[in-house]
C-alpha cells in the first residue's frame, strides 16, 4: 500500500519526489555520472574524428556503441521484471566504469586505435542495454506511483544537467590535459551512483510484483504495448524521432568542423546549448506537467520547428540559441513521452514497456547514425533537415494514434 502521505506531496509544490530520501540519493548520483557519460560521449567523437576525420567511421563508431541497445534491450526488459532492480544497476554500472577505465588508459599510453574503440563501444551497448530499462522501472519502485510523472520529469531533466555540464568539462579537459582524461573522468563518475546504490535505504522501496520466468513474456510484452493506444502511439513517435533527429553525436560535431568551421569547443558549445535548453525545458515541464498523445504531438511539431530553422543556420551565433530552443522541444517530447508510457503500464510489464522505449530512443541510433553521419560527411545541414522530417513524420504518427486506436483490451498470454 502507499504511503498517505507520499500521495499528499504529489499534490503540493514542484518538487514532491525530492521529498523521498531514495530519490535524492539516486537523482544526485545519476547526475554526476551522467556528467560523466557526456564528458566521455563528446571525447569519443572527437577522438574518432582525430583518428579517421571520417563522418562514416564517426557514425560507426556511434552505430557500435548503441547496436547492444537496439538487439538486446527488448529481451532486457525481460530480465528486468524478474530481477531486483538496484542489485541489476549496481552490476551495470561497475562493469561501464571498468570499460572507460579501459579507453582512458588505451588513449593516455597511446595504444588506442578505431578497433578499440569499437570494441569498447560494443561493451558499452552492451551493459547500457541492460540498464536503461532497469532504470526506468527502478523509479517507480523509489518514489511509489502518485509521484511517477514528477520524478520521470525531474530525473529527466538532472540527466540534461548532465547533458549541458559535461561537453563544457570535455573542452576544459581536452584543452588543458587531453582527451584521454575524460574517459577517466567517467570511470570515477560511476562510483558515486554505485555508492548511491548502495546506501539506499531498501526498506522505504516500494518494489513491484517480481515476474516469474515463463515462456512467451517477450511477446506477451509486445503484444500489451500494441493494444494500449498511450504506449503505442509514443513508441512509435521516439522511434521516428531517435533513429532520425536524435543524432546529436554524429550531427553536431559534423555540423561544427564542416559547416561552421569550427574546433572542438565549437561542438561543446552547441552541445552544451542543447543541454542548456534541455534543463530549461526540464523545469518548465516541472511547473506545468503533463502527459498523453496531444502534448507529445505538440513537442513533435516544436522540435521538428527547430531542426528545420537549425538546418538553414550557417553562423554560430545562430545555432547556438536555436539548440537551445531543440533542446527545450527534445526535453519536453522525451518526459511527455517516458511518463505517458509509465502510467499507462501495469507494474508487472513496466519493464518490458520501458525496455521498448529504450530501444525506439537509443537503440535505433546504430541505423540512423550510420545514415545521417553518411549524409552529414557530405552536407550536414541536409542531415538536419531530415531530422526535423522525421519530427513532422512522428506528429502525424501521433495524430493517426489519437484518432484511430481502440481502449485497451486486457494484457493477453503470460504475465
Given at each position: 500500500?502507499?504511503?498517505?502521505?507520499?500521495?499528499?506531496?504529489?499534490?503540493?509544490?514542484?518538487f514532491?519526489?525530492?521529498?523521498?530520501?531514495?530519490?535524492?540519493?539516486?537523482?544526485?548520483?545519476?547526475?554526476?555520472?551522467?556528467?560523466?557519460?557526456?564528458?566521455?560521449?563528446?571525447?569519443?567523437?572527437?577522438?574518432?574524428?582525430?583518428?579517421?576525420?571520417?563522418?562514416?567511421?564517426?557514425?560507426?563508431?556511434?552505430?557500435?556503441?548503441?547496436?547492444?541497445?537496439?538487439?538486446?534491450?527488448?529481451?532486457?526488459?525481460?530480465?528486468?521484471?524478474r530481477?531486483?532492480?538496484?542489485?541489476?544497476?549496481?552490476?551495470t554500472?561497475?562493469?561501464?566504469?571498468?570499460?572507460?577505465?579501459?579507453?582512458?588508459?588505451l588513449?593516455?599510453?597511446?595504444?588506442?586505435?578505431?578497433?578499440?574503440i569499437?570494441a569498447?563501444?560494443?561493451?558499452?551497448?552492451?551493459l547500457?542495454?541492460?540498464?536503461?530499462?532497469?532504470?526506468?522501472?527502478?523509479?517507480?519502485?523509489?518514489?511509489?506511483q502518485?509521484l511517477?510523472?514528477?520524478?520521470?520529469?525531474?530525473?529527466?531533466?538532472?540527466?540534461?544537467?548532465?547533458?549541458a555540464?559535461?561537453?563544457?568539462?570535455?573542452?576544459?579537459?581536452?584543452?588543458?590535459?587531453?582527451?584521454?582524461w575524460?574517459?577517466?573522468?567517467?570511470?570515477?563518475?560511476?562510483?558515486?551512483v554505485?555508492?548511491?546504490?548502495?546506501?539506499?535505504?531498501?526498506?522505504?522501496?516500494?518494489p513491484?510484483?517480481?515476474?516469474?520466468?515463463?515462456?512467451?513474456?517477450?511477446?506477451?510484452?509486445?503484444?500489451?504495448?500494441?493494444?494500449?493506444?498511450?504506449?503505442?502511439?509514443?513508441?512509435?513517435?521516439?522511434?521516428?524521432?531517435?533513429?532520425?533527429?536524435?543524432?546529436?553525436?554524429?550531427?553536431?560535431?559534423?555540423?561544427?568542423?564542416?559547416?561552421?568551421?569550427?574546433?572542438?569547443?565549437?561542438?561543446?558549445?552547441l552541445?552544451?546549448?542543447?543541454?542548456?535548453?534541455?534543463?530549461?525545458?526540464g523545469?518548465?515541464?516541472?511547473?506545468?506537467?503533463?502527459?498523453?498523445?496531444?502534448r507529445?504531438?505538440?513537442?513533435?511539431a516544436?522540435?521538428?520547428?527547430?531542426?528545420?530553422?537549425?538546418?538553414?543556420?550557417?553562423?554560430?551565433?545562430?545555432?547556438?540559441?536555436?539548440?537551445f530552443?531543440?533542446g527545450?522541444a527534445?526535453?519536453?517530447?522525451?518526459?511527455?513521452?517516458?511518463?505517458?508510457?509509465?502510467?499507462?503500464?501495469?507494474?508487472?510489464?513496466r519493464?518490458?514497456?520501458?525496455a521498448?522505449?529504450?530501444?525506439?530512443?537509443i537503440?535505433?541510433?546504430?541505423?540512423?547514425s550510420?545514415?545521417?553521419?553518411?549524409?552529414?560527411g557530405?552536407?550536414?545541414?541536409?542531415?538536419?533537415?531530415?531530422?526535423?522530417?522525421?519530427?513532422?513524420?512522428?506528429?502525424?504518427?501521433g495524430?493517426?494514434?489519437?484518432?484511430?486506436?481502440?481502449?485497451?483490451?486486457?494484457p493477453?498470454?503470460?504475465?
Amino acid at each position: 500500500m502507499t504511503d498517505p502521505t507520499v500521495a499528499t506531496r504529489a499534490r503540493d509544490g514542484h518538487f514532491p519526489a525530492f521529498q523521498v530520501p531514495n530519490f535524492r540519493r539516486f537523482v544526485l548520483g545519476q547526475s554526476v555520472s551522467l556528467v560523466g557519460t557526456w564528458t566521455e560521449t563528446v571525447a569519443q567523437a572527437l577522438l574518432v574524428l582525430q583518428l579517421t576525420d571520417s563522418g562514416v567511421l564517426l557514425g560507426l563508431a556511434t552505430a557500435a556503441r548503441y547496436l547492444p541497445v537496439l538487439l538486446l534491450t527488448p529481451y532486457a526488459g525481460v530480465v528486468v521484471d524478474r530481477h531486483d532492480k538496484r542489485r541489476l544497476l549496481i552490476v551495470t554500472q561497475t562493469g561501464l566504469a571498468a570499460l572507460s577505465l579501459l579507453l582512458g588508459i588505451l588513449v593516455l599510453t597511446h595504444t588506442v586505435t578505431l578497433w578499440w574503440i569499437l570494441a569498447v563501444a560494443l561493451g558499452f551497448g552492451t551493459l547500457t542495454a541492460l540498464a536503461n530499462p532497469a532504470r526506468q522501472a527502478f523509479i517507480p519502485e523509489i518514489v511509489g506511483q502518485p509521484l511517477v510523472r514528477n520524478a520521470v520529469t525531474l530525473n529527466s531533466t538532472f540527466v540534461n544537467v548532465g547533458r549541458a555540464v559535461g561537453p563544457i568539462v570535455a573542452a576544459i579537459l581536452v584543452a588543458t590535459v587531453g582527451i584521454g582524461w575524460c574517459f577517466l573522468l567517467n570511470a570515477a563518475s560511476f562510483t558515486v551512483v554505485i555508492a548511491a546504490l548502495l546506501t539506499m535505504a531498501v526498506s522505504q522501496l516500494h518494489p513491484g510484483k517480481t515476474v516469474k520466468k515463463v515462456r512467451g513474456q517477450l511477446v506477451s510484452g509486445l503484444r500489451y504495448a500494441r493494444n494500449v493506444p498511450e504506449i503505442i502511439g509514443p513508441l512509435l513517435m521516439m522511434a521516428l524521432i531517435g533513429t532520425f533527429t536524435y543524432e546529436f553525436e554524429v550531427s553536431l560535431p559534423l555540423l561544427a568542423h564542416l559547416t561552421l568551421h569550427g574546433t572542438s569547443q565549437t561542438y561543446s558549445f552547441l552541445i552544451g546549448s542543447f543541454g542548456f535548453g534541455s534543463v530549461v525545458g526540464g523545469f518548465f515541464c516541472i511547473r506545468y506537467p503533463g502527459t498523453g498523445l496531444p502534448r507529445l504531438i505538440r513537442a513533435a511539431a516544436a522540435y521538428a520547428a527547430g531542426m528545420i530553422a537549425l538546418s538553414l543556420t550557417t553562423t554560430i551565433i545562430i545555432a547556438v540559441p536555436v539548440l537551445f530552443l531543440i533542446g527545450m522541444a527534445s526535453i519536453t517530447f522525451i518526459t511527455t513521452g517516458n511518463s505517458t508510457i509509465q502510467l499507462a503500464s501495469a507494474p508487472e510489464f513496466r519493464g518490458r514497456v520501458t525496455a521498448l522505449w529504450s530501444t525506439a530512443f537509443i537503440g535505433s541510433t546504430p541505423i540512423g547514425s550510420i545514415i545521417i553521419g553518411s549524409i552529414g560527411g557530405a552536407t550536414p545541414r541536409v542531415a538536419l533537415a531530415v531530422g526535423g522530417a522525421a519530427c513532422v513524420a512522428a506528429a502525424l504518427v501521433g495524430m493517426n494514434a489519437l484518432r484511430n486506436h481502440p481502449a485497451p483490451d486486457s494484457p493477453p498470454g503470460p504475465v
